[in-house]
């Protein structure tokens, strides 16, 4: 009895000290963006936006705006809904890592680096209500900043994907077999899953996985650049362009108010959005590739984190008016349920796998089996290039269309609000979300 006692309270403890752990990350996590965001400060002087000539610029520059990042709403309810959906979030990470999954390697990768786009709202939201007394997404170049690690995220979901269903990756393992090793046919015959585990082999789409990882750290590095040297290096004030408004120009059509999303900003922003539809069009249809329904559920799971981003563009179109301050209060909502859907579905994709709690129950899961790959996607090399002839085209089209009807636009309209975050979802559902038939191989 004491030498039971004694394993139950090993167990016990070893999960106490994950969990503490866990949580001292996080609070280090939050820390080190504390020091950078302190740092940055401290090399300037509090600026304010400097007034724009001609009443009508006036007038639109005065529309009323609500803080919209992340650090920045911690005593309201969408700050504590955001807040609230970190929990969730580890949650889904830690099952969806879980081996048997056939995760691929960078979807998994993706989804752990938009932990950096979380962490970057923190720094960038402060530098922006502390030092030009405007919020983050009235401040372009630290929203476009922040924004293009969510970029860089959903770019890595659809890399991982891809490269999984046309056969480029060894499921759950990012690995390839090297040059040559399919030319036989017993060699095309065997399943990438079989290769032996720790006995990786250097094929050509591991160094393609490392350096689709180095232009994620790449960016992130860029991203603590500009946040940190933004004000004292670059001079840049509160209604600064982000890239400095690269490929704007001037159609003297009418002025638009200061806090305007430049083109950069909605290209990031619209690549965002597509991204994120794409990758959950290939996670349904990678349930058929390693023969698994879950993986259906997982990308209906993906659909509220989806109809979040919609609202966050939407409350851009509309120069993020206090008005519509509802849709930052249905956004964190949303993300707060969208977390929680993807644990749920990946709690029950990792069941479904085997995956049972640990030092609760026996290793049963070591005598589950599961099948090969039996399914294949054309390998598209347009993929990325339409997406973003499509977030330059949907830029410039939301940029200088809106601008003749700034007037109208600055006043908040929320039944139009409403339409566009709801209506654009369904599409979405009934669309993306319905598959397609793939091209199936039998496995032998």
């Known amino acids: 009895a004491g030498e039971l006692g004694c394993c139950g309270g090993s167990w016990r403890s070893g999960l106490f000290n994950l969990l503490t752990a866990a949580m001292a990350l996080c609070r280090g996590v939050v820390v080190l963006w504390l ?78 680096f938009l932990l950096l786009f979380v962490a970057a709202t923190i720094p960038t939201g402060i530098l922006s209500t502390k030092t030009f007394g405007v919020s ?35 499921f759950g393992r990012g690995l390839l077999p090297p040059e040559g090793a399919g030319d036989d046919e017993s060699a095309s015959s065997t399943p990438l899953a079989a290769s032996p585990p720790g006995l990786p082999s250097p094929g050509r789409f591991v160094v393609a996985n490392g350096r689709a990882k180095a232009f994620a750290f ?43 999303l430049s083109i950069p900003t909605w290209i990031v922003h619209y690549s965002s959005v597509a991204e994120f539809v794409v990758a959950m069009g290939l996670a349904y249809r990678y349930s ?47 993300t707060c349920l969208g977390n929680l859907t993807l644990c749920l579905a990946a709690f029950a994709l990792a069941r479904s796998n085997g995956w049972t709690v640990p030092f609760l129950e026996d290793e049963k ?29 949907a830029a410039y089209l939301t940029k200088y269309a809106s601008v003749p009807a700034a007037g109208l636009l600055a006043t908040a309209n929320p039944i139009a609000a409403a339409a566009i975050i709801a209506g654009i979802p369904v599409i979405t559902a009934n669309t993306v979300l319905q598959g397609g038939e793939i091209e199936t191989t039998a496995s032998e």
């Open 365 to 393: 899961q070591i005598g589950v089996s599961t099948p090969g790959v039996t399914a294949t996607l054309d390998d598209d090399p347009l993929v990325f290039p339409e997406i973003a002839a499509f977030a330059v085209a």
């Open 35 to 112: 020091v950078v965001a302190k740092a940055a400060w401290g090399f300037v002087v509090p600026l304010h936006p400097r007034p724009h000539p001609g009443p009508q610029l006036r007038r639109l520059a005065m529309v009323p705006t609500e803080t919209v990042a992340f650090a920045d709403q911690g005593g309201n309810l969408a700050g504590t809904l955001f807040q609230a959906s970190l929990a969730p979030y580890v949650g889904f990470l830690y099952f969806l890592n879980y081996e048997r999954n056939k995760a691929p390697d960078l979807v998994k990768f993706g989804f752990g």
């Open 288 to 334: 058929d590739a390693v023969q698994n329904p879950k993986w259906k559920t997982f990308a209906w799971a993906m659909l509220p984190s989806h109809v979040s981003g919609l609202c966050a563009c939407t409350y851009h179109l509309f120069y993020n008016p206090a008005s519509l301050k509802w849709l930052v209060t249905t956004q964190a909502a949303l």
């Open 218 to 260: 790449a960016s992130a590095v860029a991203a603590v650049a500009l946040i940190v040297g933004g004000v004292p290096a670059l001079h840049l004030e509160a209604h600064s362009q982000f890239l400095g408004g690269l490929g704007g120009f001037d159609v003297g059509l009418g002025p638009e108010p200061a806090n305007a």
């Open 136 to 170: 983050l997404a009235d401040c372009d170049w630290l929203h476009g900043g922040a924004e293009a690690l969510l970029t860089v995220s959903n770019i890595l979901l659809v890399l991982g994907f891809r490269q999984a269903m046309t056969g480029k990756e060894d």
